[in-house]
């Protein structure tokens, strides 16, 4: 063929396209460090004036009194009491719900479920929190005559909502993952369908499930609109399940508005930002290793 | 007459990793004949034919080594494109492997962009490759379907046709009817005989019948070693070596 | 043997009630809103802008605003998205490169959107002076989806048989070519869906824009991208708790919702519906 190219010229373009791309993929991981970077820009003038102890531990969160102070201990409390009783809701249920969809369900009904799970994933935080605030909230206050439905409880509920497609998603492809031989050597061995899915299933498929749980924490620590609108927002520490908590999340959206530029509430703001930042990296990082080494072990971990 | 060698090969080695896949092989193949690679299964057939036009290139973690050339020209030196290679060494796969883009883009689509634009020059050369694969009449009328519609054994002539369409020299074929009926594998074999006229055909089959039917030369290949490359004739009537008649014979264990 | 099957029906039981439990929150909830919404769905209420400080009135400048940032954070992030994954598929399947970049999309995955905001305050507001804005906000949802996008690009590309790539590369075509004719367009239905979902989590997202390009009230339409918007969630959020008609305002807030959470799930059906068709009509 007369028209070829010159191929020296082509194999140029072709590394230069590779590059590029790589380039452009690798911008993911500039993002994330710009990501830190500016966290920490906005957020480290906060310890010139306050200790990182007094910050994390400090019981007190009055950052617009005069002197404010900016303990966060109150925070970080609200926002694990949040995430532990939307937990207590929302493990069991996506936990059993995946099991339905993988092991149980016909055909139809599976197919419904996965999208109504889909859905659920689908719904804004916002409606959400909007949802806890007119129905649950007046709700709890009725039934259990308390000051405010606005506190841990309804967070949780709604919380609960938001995680459990998370955990039923991922916890129904380890459901899956788990080879077809374990399931019939039980069966061939006489064990009932539940014995199968107790003691050879859900086991074999732990580590993809305790990922499952993980994200969904995570997802649970670091959501937003939800424990803002409908968590109450007093920066206490809690004493019972129906006391109102201001979790870091709804600390952040509520206060960025109001918070002078450059003040020591707006850097102690950031500084409440890196702490999350943290925490859910940490989550994310440990459902990454059990993950990797999941797939290293395979379904050998049994 | 002197024959006219278009593809050698001196001692090539060929590593998957740690495994070596090929050892020592040096082979020359004979322009406008077909010749036939046997051997069971893992022999390394396949892998030498997938290194003649350089797709082993795409599988991570190989290793070649010594020399393939193509008319004298080392085509793993370090300057050579692979891109370029393989426009003048076509290759037929094991299943068909049409795009899902019509008849007509299925034989356009390489050419174009080679660099071809002139449309009636397009036009005259997918009614020359569908006629070379022997699929013009069947397809003419149908051109803009999608090639998914064709049965198997039309879709391997249009591969077939895809691959004519670039007019490579050599022609590589990774048992190109072994997914296909009795009727379509005939079809194949007459089209590789007439096809021989203006290219060379390098083909690896596991079946022998077929080796001996349509090649002129055929080589033997066990455990990664090229044990014996002849004439088809010579090898399936007097093999030299006592292995590729235990092969032949079915005494193989 | 009886106290087995007992057991199985009491696990059974916890398990279908649990799906239940699923299927009627999401319809409880929908069926709530809808039912305290509809009335509020007239053609003024799509049509017009908020008076009388946000307590009668529509929600037009909400609806564009929400529009504006989605389809701004999708010029965004279907590109850079594509393109990650065709590296990460195409090019460096393994090696040192492609572990760094997989896990830094893991990571970014992985943070809470209110951090995003405060990126997006901290690099596009402030450091790149955006201030707040379509394109700050636009820029910051954009990030955010990303990772959702890469992943969804990912798994089109790979889900494209190898026997295309070969058969292309095989006719002597370049690698390049056979990524953007070949792989791309076969892997082009699943690009979209993942580009589709990535649209609707970007339409609901509120924290990420609060600080970045949300208005409390903008009488007119944005004229440039470096004007504020209102969006959806967050006139919602806005209504709900900083009014002082919070009690009065309640139909506002009903439509404003069930017009959200229509464009939302709406957006996320669409994606389902083109999935499983393409999922049936796949011809490999």
């Not at chain 3, 009630?17 to 709530?32: E, H, N, R």
Request: net charge neutral; charged share 15%.
């Amino acid at each position: 063929m007369k028209n070829r190219k010159h191929s020296l010229t082509k194999h140029t373009k072709e590394i230069a396209i590779r590059n590029l791309f790589g380039f452009f993929a690798f911008l993911s991981v500039l993002l994330f460090g710009l990501i830190l970077v500016f966290l920490f820009r906005e957020g480290l003038p906060l310890f010139k004036q306050i200790s990182v102890t007094d910050f994390l531990f400090g019981t007190a969160w009055y950052p617009t009194y005069e002197p404010p102070e900016y303990g966060i201990w109150p925070l970080i409390v609200g926002s694990l009491a949040v995430t532990f009783f939307a937990c207590l809701i929302a493990v069991p249920l996506g936990i059993l719900s995946a099991v339905y969809i993988a092991e149980i369900a016909p055909g139809g009904i599976k197919e419904i479920l996965k999208s109504v799970i889909e859905l659920l994933a689908g719904l804004p935080s916002v409606v959400l929190g909007f949802f806890g605030m007119v129905i649950v909230g007046p709700w709890l206050q009725e039934t259990f005559d308390l000051p405010t439905g606005l506190n841990i409880m309804n967070a949780a509920v709604m919380l609960a909502i938001m995680a459990i497609p998370t955990i039923s998603s991922i916890s129904e492809d380890a459901l899956y993952a788990v080879p077809r031989e374990f399931k019939e050597a039980s069966y061939a061995l006489g064990a009932t369908k539940y014995e199968t899915i107790i003691r050879v299933i859900i086991p074999a498929a732990l580590s993809g499930i305790s990922t499952a749980v993980i994200l969904g924490m995570a997802r649970a620590i670091g959501e937003t609109m939800v424990v803002l609108m409908v968590a109450g927002g007093a920066a206490a520490i809690p004493e019972s399940i129906f006391d109102a908590v201001r979790p870091m999340t709804a600390s952040i959206a509520a206060e960025m508005g109001e918070a002078p530029f450059r003040s020591g509430h707006y850097h102690a703001l950031f500084a409440t930002g890196i702490v999350l930042f943290v925490i859910t990296l940490a989550f994310n990082l440990i459902a990454d290793y059990i993950s990797n080494r999941f797939r290293e072990t395979g379904s050998g971990t049994l | 007459m002197e024959k006219d060698f278009i593809v050698r090969t001196k001692n090539v080695d060929f590593f998957y990793g740690a495994f070596r896949a090929l050892s020592d092989v040096t082979v020359d193949f004979e322009k406008n004949k077909v010749t036939a690679l046997i051997g069971p299964s893992g022999c390394g057939k396949s892998t030498l034919l997938r290194l003649l036009n350089r797709m082993n290139d795409l599988i991570d973690g190989t290793r070649v080594e010594g020399e393939i050339l193509l008319e004298g020209r080392n085509i793993y030196a370090p300057d050579v494109d692979p891109v370029e290679i393989r426009q003048r060494i076509g290759m037929v796969f094991q299943k068909p492997n049409p795009f899902p883009k019509s008849i007509y883009n299925n034989i356009t689509y390489a050419p174009k962009l080679s660099g071809i634009v002139d449309s009636e020059e397009i036009e005259a050369l997918v009614e020359e490759s569908l006629r070379q694969a022997v699929l013009w009449d069947e397809v003419k009328d149908i051109l803009t379907k999608s090639a998914m519609t064709l049965s198997g054994g039309q879709q391997q002539r249009l591969c077939i046709a895809r691959a004519l369409a670039m007019k490579p020299d050599v022609i590589l074929m990774d048992e190109p009817s072994s997914a296909l009926d009795p009727i379509s594998t005939a079809k194949i074999e007459e089209l590789i005989d007439t096809l021989k006229k203006h290219y060379t055909i390098i083909i690896v089959t596991h079946n022998m019948q077929q080796a001996a039917r349509i090649s002129e030369y055929t080589g033997f290949f066990y455990l990664g070693k090229l044990i014996e490359f002849n004439a088809t004739e010579k090898i399936f009537t007097n093999p030299d070596v006592k292995q590729t008649e235990d092969y032949i014979t079915g005494r193989f264990g | 043997m009886r106290s087995r099957y007992f057991k199985q029906r009491l696990f059974f039981g916890a398990v279908r009630l649990s799906a239940l439990v699923i299927t009627l929150a999401l319809l409880g909830i929908l069926a709530y809103i809808l039912a305290h919404g509809f009335r509020a769905i007239t053609w003024e209420f799509l049509t017009q802008s908020p008076t009388d400080s946000m307590t009668k009135g529509g929600i037009m400048p909400a609806i564009v605003g929400t529009l504006y940032l989605t389809v701004g954070a999708i010029l965004v992030a279907l590109p850079l998205g594509v393109v990650s994954a065709i590296f990460l598929t195409e090019y460096a399947k393994q090696g040192a490169l492609s572990r760094i970049i997989r896990v830094g999309v893991n990571c970014l995955a992985g943070v809470p959107s209110v951090v995003f905001g405060l990126f997006g305050l901290g690099f596009f507001v402030v450091f790149l002076k955006f201030g707040s804005s379509i394109l700050a906000g636009a820029l910051t949802l954009g990030i955010l989806i990303l990772p959702t996008i890469i992943g969804a690009a990912e798994e089109a590309l790979k889900a494209v048989p190898q026997t295309f790539r070969e058969a292309s590369l095989a006719l002597g075509v370049s690698k390049w070519n056979t990524i953007f004719r070949i792989v791309l367009p076969s892997a082009l239905p699943g690009i979209l869906t993942g580009a589709i979902l990535g649209v609707g989590r970007a339409a609901g997202e509120t924290a990420p824009i609060m600080f970045t390009a949300a208005a409390f009230f903008t009488a007119v339409l944005p004229k440039s991208i470096f004007d504020e918007v209102m969006a959806l969630p967050y006139h919602i959020y806005v209504l709900a708790t900083a009014g002082t008609h919070i009690e009065e305002t309640r139909p506002l807030q009903y439509g404003t919702v069930l017009v959200l959470i229509a464009l939302v799930l709406g957006i996320d059906l669409i994606a389902i519906i083109m999935r499983s068709m393409f999922r049936r009509n796949k011809r490999w």
